[in-house]
């Protein structure tokens, strides 16, 4: 069963913006970049590439940071990056383990995030699995609103979609799997 897609947004009108006095024109980019979208699949992730590192951590946001760095470390012993691109990946790392531990494990302790670290042709990835109820596509914000930068939810996938060259959910929203 294909899997279903939030496309990425075009550009929103300008909006005038008062500064010293003078009125110029900003340009506010709210949606995904142009070609780039979330997908959203009901089945089981693929198991791609060559794992590096596998995890299984406790859903303790006070542990996020730690496993994060290890988990960086072991992807950086195996691959050269750029400074650029390794601030990609803790982010995405972040970004992800926070999601899994916050919404998926919901904080308790005795609900396990599973990390996978992997290579595939000279690529970063990475699934992050968590034991939450899972989400769908409906439940996110629109990223094309005026209102989305105000919102207190939705910015950890929207910077994922920004950040990681693929992302798509797998087994109803509790697996997450990106490409770098």
Known sequence: MPGRTRSAAGKKPARAAKRAGKESIVEIRVGPPPGKSL?????????????ILELILPGDLNLKYAYSLRILGAILARIRVTAEEEGRIQSCLDEGLQNAIVWGSAGVPKKVVTVRAWLEDGAWGLTISDQGKGFGLGSLPDYESEEFPLMDRGRGIFRLIHLAGEIAYYDGGRTLLLKG
């Open 39 to 51: 997908e959203m699949h009901s089945g089981k992730p693929p198991v791609p590439g060559e794992t």
